[in-house]
């Protein structure tokens, strides 16, 4: 069996923190380029999934959603609940490996 770890860069920066401010639209793009899906879930706010592997359309509001082995999902949000919040696989195991970040608010104390 392989070891695997698991890491969530953002911006293409390793353990760096998804930043937004207050009012703000954000848009997340999450590319999986692994064999195993991710369950990817935010604390806080909600978002709308609006886009798989290039395909736009009304989704869903929720706070995870499946990213599938070698796919890419697009989701957008509204900042409207100020805080610092964590960004994670729910698979346990890759989350304590490496694939967690947080969303903070600018100014947020």
């Known amino acids: 069996m392989a070891s695997y770890t698991w890491g969530l860069a953002v911006n ?3 353990g760096a923190p998804v930043t937004v401010a207050k009012g703000e639209r954000v848009e997340l793009v999450m590319r999986n380029t692994t064999m195993m ?4 879930h935010l ?3 909600s978002f709308q999934v609006t886009e798989i592997n290039g395909q736009s359309f009304p989704g869903a509001m ?6 599938t082995p070698r796919s890419t999902v ?9 805080g610092l919040w964590a960004f994670h696989c729910h698979n346990l195991y890759h989350m304590e490996a ?11 104390t």
């Open 12 to 14: 293409g920066l390793a």
């Open 37 to 40: 899906a991710h369950p990817m």
């Open 43 to 45: 604390h806080g706010p």
């Open 98 to 108: 490496g694939m967690f970040t947080t969303m903070v608010y600018r100014g947020f």
């Open 62 to 67: 929720r706070d995870t959603v499946l990213v």
């Open 74 to 82: 697009k989701v957008v949000l509204d900042a409207d609940n100020p």
